[in-house]
Antibody
Framework: QVQLQESGPGLVRPSETLSLTCTVSGESMNDFYWTWIRQAPGKGLEWIGYIYYSGTTINYSSSLKSRVTMSIDTSQNQFSLRLNSVTAADTAVYYC?????????WGQGMLVTVSS | SYELTQPPSVSVSPGQTARITCSADILPNKYVYWYQQKPGQAPVLAIFKDNKRSSVIPERFSGSSSGTIATLTISGVQAEDEADYYCQSTDNSDPPHVIFGGGTKLTVL
């Protein structure tokens, strides 16, 4: 059974870069897409983007595209998210998930707060 | 950009049938997926490709889609079904972008 775990700083200063890593265990990352989603406090789900295991396909939300970078390292069983120039509006629980369209397995989520 | 519209809330008594809708002009040509999210937990895939039930979801959950409306139906609602439910689909971008509905809070009275 695949398991995903988000990790990274829980507090980020405004204008700085949010960096998160998702570690995958239990199954190979090969042949799958890997996705980031976020959920602001009390709000709905927002898709951030996905990356193919080979790194050959990366697809970002139009609203975040100018600030987002995703990468993947299958040798470390990890994929990562970087979101630059953050503001308070980026405060959210960040989830990683397996799949590009069908999100069948999710991490438990990690709260990232943007505050000085 | 496309939007998936869900009612903010649905309330039913235990044992009744709950129906949660998801509407968008784009849906006739797209699959719809449904996720269940209980408080403090990550979402769980409930229904995929309109009407395929996830193995971890009870049989009382079903999905359907017709025209511009997709529906998640919960027959014989139980207290444990109280949760937020999100529909999800894709837009016409290449590669496709994922879009989520705003979510529906199901309250079991």
């Amino acid at each position: 059974q695949v398991q995903l775990q988000e990790s990274g700083p829980g507090l980020v200063r405004p204008s700085e870069t949010l960096s998160l890593t998702c570690t995958v265990s239990g199954e190979s990352m090969n042949d799958f897409y890997w996705t980031w989603i976020r959920q602001a406090p009390g709000k709905g789900l927002e898709w951030i983007g996905y990356i193919y295991y080979s790194g050959t396909t990366i697809n970002y939300s139009s609203s975040l595209k100018s600030r987002v970078t995703m990468s993947i390292d299958t040798s470390q069983n990890q994929f990562s998210l970087r979101l630059n120039s953050v503001t308070a509006a980026d405060t959210a629980v960040y989830y990683c998930a397996r799949g590009g369209i069908v999100l069948g397995h999710w991490g438990q989520g990690m709260l990232v707060t943007v505050s000085s | 950009s496309y939007e998936l519209t869900q009612p903010p809330s649905v309330s039913v008594s235990p044992g009744q049938t709950a129906r949660i809708t998801c509407s968008a002009d784009i849906l006739p040509n797209k699959y719809v997926y449904w996720y269940q999210q209980k408080p403090g937990q990550a979402p769980v895939l409930a229904i995929f490709k309109d009407n395929k039930r996830s193995s971890v979801i009870p049989e009382r959950f079903s999905g359907s889609s017709s025209g511009t409306i997709a529906t998640l139906t919960i027959s014989g609602v139980q207290a444990e079904d109280e949760a937020d439910y999100y529909c999800q689909s894709t837009d016409n971008s290449d590669p496709p972008h994922v879009i989520f509905g705003g979510g529906t809070k199901l309250t079991v009275l």
